[in-house]
Every structure is written in structure tokens, then in C-alpha cells.
């Protein structure tokens, strides 16, 4: 009788396991937070939409509804985040906590930026469409906060008192050029003067070369001269000796 008892209490037991087992896992969604069947959504932020006198050192924290920080959306979520002031754009860091170590923080993304923010100015920070989730949902529109610093507001210089300086600043400046050309006038004398004696070096150069050329091709013409005298009076002499010996040789034969 009682070993019956426990073999129902059994059956009951994993009849309620099978039972239960679904609902669990629904409860649990895939992992990311916020339901499978919700869409990527941002929840809060510090500092808030609309915040004023915001410290310029602040830390932008943006808090989602699932897993955005998970390491296989990590690469392309650094990438979906501008913060602007007016038309410029304000460099920063995107931190993100290791949902394996930190799964606290597995929601939440921070910005920093990289120089302190202009006192009395109003930032915005946008998150871009493409934001994704560790279950694979997506952002599907922009969404954006803005925010003011604290402090007084720069004040910019007045546009037309500094192009009033910049005429006057003009309008001295011919003065001053005309009082140095003067100098500059006597001081072109001597270039000018250096300039024509050394126009006229290369033509006496010039003039001596061809004196040297013509001195030269003279000398070699003498030396040709005679060279062509010394060559006819040799032959001359030649021809002389042959004429006296054949002289004599007759001279002795015939005796």
C-alpha cells in the first residue's frame, strides 16, 4: 500500500514538472531582458531628457530594456551614438560592461566625452536606428535627449568691431609701405649696378676666348707652314745628294 503511495506521488510529480517546465522558460525570455516578444527600447537616462544645469564633466548613461552590451552586438552598437552641439559633433568613449562578469549591467551603455562640455549649452544625445539586442531585435527609428550644462553661456565677439579693427589695421598699412620704399629704392642702386658689371664679364670672356681661339689657330697654321718648308727643303736635298752622286759615279766610270 504505501510502496503504491509513492509510485503515484512520483507520477504527480513529474506530470507537475512537465507542466511547469514551459511556463519557465517563457519566463525567462532568450537571455537578453525585457521579454523576447518586446522590441528594443531605451528606458531611462542620466541625465534625464530635458535636464538642466547639468555638470560639464557628466557621464551620459543610457539604460535599455535587453542585453546590448553582449559580445556579439558589442562591435556594431559602439557605433550607434552621436552627441551634438549645434552643428558640431562631440567626441567621446562608449563603455560597456561584460554581461559575463557584470550581468547587472548587461542594459546599460555609458558615454564619456573625451573634453569637458562648454558651460550653459545645450547638448543632444542620439541613439541611431540599427541598435541591437543579444536576441537580435533592433531599433527601428532614432531616439534622442537633450541636456543643458551649468554655468553662464559663452559670449561671442561682436562681428563688426572686429572687422572695424581689421579696416584701420588696413588703412595705416600703405603708410608704413611708403615710408619703406625709400630705402628699399637706394638700396636697389648697388644691385643694379652689380647686376651690369656682371652682364659684362661673360662678353669679355667672351672676346678673350676668341682672341685665344684665333692667336692659336694662327700658331698652327705656321706650324703647318712649316712644317710643309722643312718637308720641301728635305726633298730638295734629296734630290741634290742623288743629282752629285750620280754626278761623280759618271764622272769616275767614265775615266
Same mark, same amino acid.
Given at each position: ?6 509510485? +503515484? *506521488? ?5 506530470? @507537475? ?33 530635458? @535636464?538642466?544645469? %547639468? ?7 543610457? !539604460? #535599455? $530594456?535587453? $542585453?546590448? %552590451?553582449?559580445?556579439?552586438?558589442? @562591435?556594431?552598437?559602439?557605433?550607434? #551614438?552621436?552627441? %551634438? ?6 567626441? #567621446? ?35 541611431? =536606428? ?7 531585435? !533592433?531599433?527601428?527609428?532614432? %531616439?534622442?535627449?537633450? #541636456? ?5 553661456? =559663452? ?5 563688426? !568691431?572686429?572687422? !572695424? ?17 625709400? =630705402? ?11 647686376? $651690369? ?15 685665344? @681661339? ?16 722643312? +718637308? ?8 741634290? *745628294? ?14
Amino acid at each position: 500500500m504505501q510502496r503504491n503511495s509513492k509510485i +503515484k *506521488l512520483l507520477v504527480l510529480l513529474v506530470l @507537475a514538472a512537465l507542466v511547469i517546465s514551459p511556463f519557465m522558460v517563457l519566463a525567462e525570455g532568450d537571455g537578453s531582458g525585457g521579454g523576447q516578444n518586446q522590441p528594443l527600447a531605451l528606458l531611462a537616462s542620466t541625465p534625464a531628457d530635458g @535636464a538642466q544645469n %547639468v555638470a560639464r564633466d557628466t557621464q551620459i548613461k543610457l !539604460s #535599455f $530594456n535587453k $542585453n546590448v %552590451v553582449n559580445m556579439s552586438v558589442a @562591435a556594431n552598437n559602439r557605433k550607434c #551614438f552621436t552627441i %551634438v552641439q549645434g552643428q558640431n559633433k562631440v567626441a #567621446f568613449d562608449v563603455v560597456m560592461a561584460d554581461d559575463q562578469v557584470q550581468p547587472e549591467g548587461k542594459r546599460d551603455i555609458i558615454l564619456v566625452p573625451r573634453n569637458s562640455l562648454l558651460p550653459g549649452t545645450t547638448y543632444k544625445v542620439i541613439v541611431n =536606428p540599427g541598435l541591437q539586442a543579444k536576441n537580435g531585435s !533592433s531599433l527601428t527609428q532614432a %531616439v534622442s535627449i537633450t #541636456f543643458t550644462t551649468t554655468g553662464a553661456a =559663452p559670449k561671442e565677439q561682436p562681428t563688426q !568691431s572686429v572687422e !572695424s579693427g581689421s579696416a584701420a589695421k588696413q588703412a595705416t598699412m600703405p603708410q608704413a609701405e611708403v615710408k619703406e620704399s625709400a =630705402p628699399n629704392a637706394v638700396e636697389t642702386q648697388p644691385e643694379a649696378s652689380s647686376n $651690369n658689371s656682371s652682364l659684362t664679364a661673360p662678353v669679355d670672356v667672351t672676346q678673350k676666348d676668341t682672341s685665344q @681661339a684665333a692667336s692659336e689657330s694662327t700658331t698652327q697654321g705656321n706650324r703647318e707652314t712649316t712644317g710643309r718648308t722643312v +718637308k720641301g727643303l728635305t726633298y730638295a736635298g734629296i734630290i741634290v *745628294l742623288l743629282g752629285v752622286g750620280g754626278l761623280v759615279f759618271y764622272r769616275v766610270k767614265r775615266k
